[in-house]
């Protein structure tokens, strides 16, 4: 069963930086591409950013490009997003999730997030 962790959110104030980290487990991590999203309250979930299974083709919303990366780490099956210049707008619950909704037969779930927070 796949299981996700995401960790390292927290309050900061504008301008700056968290690094958030996933955990994944029950699936061969390697073999997929991998997702962060937010949600603020009272928005939809958006796609904050997205990375190749090996790492090497990157993806980030407009409203983030430049200011955030994803990594990943195949061998400690963990994904990351480095935030810098972090702004009140940022302000959400973060996931990461594989791209895939069904692995090995089995429906994905969202795992817990973690709420970032961005205020002075």
């Known amino acids: 069963q796949v299981q996700l962790v995401e960790s390292g959110g927290g309050l900061v104030q504008p301008g700056e930086s968290l690094r958030l980290s996933c955990a994944a487990s029950?699936?061969?991590?390697?073999?997929?591409?991998m997702n962060w999203y937010r949600q603020a309250p009272g928005k939809e979930r958006e796609l904050v950013a997205s990375?190749?299974?090996?790492?090497?083709?990157?993806n980030y919303a407009d409203s983030v490009k430049g200011r955030f990366t994803i990594s990943r780490d195949n061998t400690k099956n963990t994904v990351y997003l480095q935030m810098n210049s972090l702004k009140p707008e940022d302000t959400a619950v973060y996931y990461c999730?594989?791209?895939?909704?069904?692995?090995?037969?089995?429906?994905?779930?969202w795992g817990q997030g973690t709420q970032v927070t961005v205020s002075s």
């Open positions: 029950g699936f061969t991590f390697s073999y997929h591409p």
């Open positions: 990375i190749s299974s090996s790492g090497r083709i990157t």
């Open positions: 999730k594989p791209q895939s909704t069904i692995i090995d037969g089995s429906l994905v779930y």
